[in-house]
């Protein structure tokens, strides 16, 4: 389900009433609360510095009874140090009916952002079954007024990235490349964009023969889903979005091991997040036009399902030998790229993915990669990057591993079957960039950081949304 926590700006005065009252450590905060000791010997009894993620809780009076104030600390005060204190303070407040955040006066729009969605992401919960402590009803932030919009945007991106996180955590039950395309849809209706779909016979009629291939063996047929959106008066950028969209990857005839299937309900974390960008692009105010493709497939071993050898034709007429049908990502990806190159005429194409294991052992679980032929497109995704939180490592792209794709029977092969050169996420970048057209192109890998195993900060145990928030940031600024 959705983030169910409601967010709100109001006027210091009427922070009077919540079940809880949270301040930041700093100057003013005496001439907020009144505590029952001095704020220094306060501070020392709980040896407090200030410290981002640090919370002294205090007893105060409150009318006839008591209530309970939490001053955190906000360490440098920077966004990262405020991010972690609004996901402490939600989590502190879980259960109850609201609770009331004073915004550090100093912090400034990037601080007050970091610590509005810190709360909200840090709000969210996926239950299904028995109910697990319900997140606090309604977070109010108080604070400058320059502050009200900068919070409302927070709320926005926030919201986006909850929205991600839902459809990649629905499980593959449900959920299927017809239930992707239709919740596509949806979103497509309430943010103002246009919609496409392409079925099956679409599909075959196009010449989207990876797309096809990948999903031949399913019960449930593949789609490619297209959202465009396009402001008034745009500024005559286009650029488009492609999301890895696998509903769920057995690895197919390829077959993973048990363990390797555990979480691949998230294997179209890419596409969640295209499809959560667009629609946050209005409320936002983006002002280029952007369209976002969604390569969504059901990998799945049976009679029907593609053999280790099989040639296929993409997009375009590109024919690849098919050497391990694990390697199925960048088959979908490769007609949505080669499709967005022919007829849409981009300026920049990002494509997004849960692509590579490698990715994983090279970076670990805490940053993504980024992969591209252009410095200047790079250092802005690896800007927004640090800006929103979602972190970034730029990736070479290797020419000379490029003949470990070469096939004797087809264009190319989706994998270095001989293992000559290693490096398997940069011979997967190789593949995806041959579909690309030449055109100014990054590719994310973000196999290492889509789920998460545990409740830790903004993260909720699950999916986790990775990429929502730096694609509206790099969207809303910093781009060339």
């Known amino acids: 389900m959705?983030?169910?926590?409601?967010?709100?700006?109001?006027?210091?005065q009427q922070a009077q009433d919540a079940d809880l009252?949270?301040?930041?450590?700093g100057k003013d905060l005496t001439a907020q609360v009144e505590l029952p000791v001095p704020l220094p010997a306060l501070l020392a009894h709980h040896e407090a510095k200030g410290e981002s993620g640090e919370v002294v809780e205090v007893p105060v009076a409150h009318g006839d009874g008591v209530r309970r104030v939490l001053l955190y600390g906000i360490g440098d005060g920077?966004?990262?140090?405020?991010?972690?204190?609004g996901a402490l303070l939600a989590r502190r407040a879980k259960g109850r009916r609201s609770i009331d955040v004073t915004l550090p006066q100093d912090a400034g729009e990037a601080g007050w952002s970091a610590l509005a969605e810190g709360a909200l992401l840090a709000s969210y919960t996926m239950r299904i079954g028995a109910s697990r402590t319900k997140a606090v009803e309604e977070i109010r932030f108080s604070g400058?007024?320059?502050?009200r919009q900068v919070i409302e945007r927070a709320e926005v991106v926030a919201r986006a990235t909850g929205l991600a996180r839902d459809l990649s955590?629905?499980?593959?039950?449900e959920k299927n490349p017809a239930w992707l395309a239709a919740r596509a849809v949806e979103v497509a209706e309430r943010a103002g964009l246009t919609a496409k779909v392409w079925e099956p016979g679409d599909l075959a009629a196009g010449g989207f023969g990876g797309i096809l291939a990948v999903g031949q063996g399913s019960a449930s047929p593949p789609r490619l889903i297209q959202l465009s959106y396009e402001p008034e008066g745009h500024d005559g950028g286009h650029i488009v979005l492609v999301g890895k969209g696998i509903t769920f990857d057995s690895g197919g005839l390829s077959l993973k091991p048990t363990e390797g299937m555990k979480f691949m309900k998230t294997d179209m974390a890419g596409g969640a997040v295209v499809i959560s960008v667009l629609g946050a692009l209005r409320e936002l105010g983006v002002r280029t036009r952007v369209t976002g493709l969604v390569a969504a497939a059901e990998n799945m071993p049976s009679g029907?399902?593609?053999?280790?050898?099989?040639?296929?034709?993409?997009?375009?007429?590109?024919?690849v030998e098919v050497l391990n049908t694990d390697a199925e990502g960048r088959l979908v990806l490769a007609d949505a790229l080669a499709y967005a190159d022919k007829e849409l005429e981009p300026d920049t194409i990002v494509d997004l993915a849960t692509l590579t294991g490698a990715i994983s052992i090279a970076l670990g679980r805490d940053v993504g990669a980024v992969f591209s032929g252009s410095d200047d497109l790079a250092k802005e995704l690896l800007d927004a990057g640090t800006r929103s939180g979602d972190p970034l490592w730029r990736m070479p792209i290797i020419d000379e591993y490029r003949p470990g794709l070469d096939s004797a029977v087809a264009d190319l092969t989706n994998i270095d079957f001989e293992n000559t050169y290693?490096?398997?996420?940069?011979?997967?970048a190789l593949f995806l960039r041959e579909f690309t057209g030449g055109r100014r192109w990054a590719h994310l890998d973000i196999a290492g950081v889509s789920r998460t195993t545990a409740d830790d900060?903004?993260?909720t145990k699950g999916a986790t949304g990775f990429g929502t928030r730096l694609l509206l940031d790099w969207l809303t600024s910093g781009r060339s």
């Open 2 to 12: 959705p983030i169910e926590t409601a967010l709100s700006f109001i006027d210091p």
């Open 21 to 25: 009252l949270a301040i930041p450590f």
């Open 78 to 85: 920077g966004p990262r140090a405020l991010r972690k204190a």
């Open 144 to 147: 400058p007024e320059e502050a």
């Open 169 to 173: 955590n629905t499980p593959s039950s």
């Open 304 to 319: 029907s399902a593609q053999r280790p050898g099989d040639v296929i034709t993409h997009y375009g007429g590109r024919t």
């Open 422 to 428: 290693g490096g398997g996420s940069i011979t997967a």
């Open 457 to 459: 900060g903004i993260l």
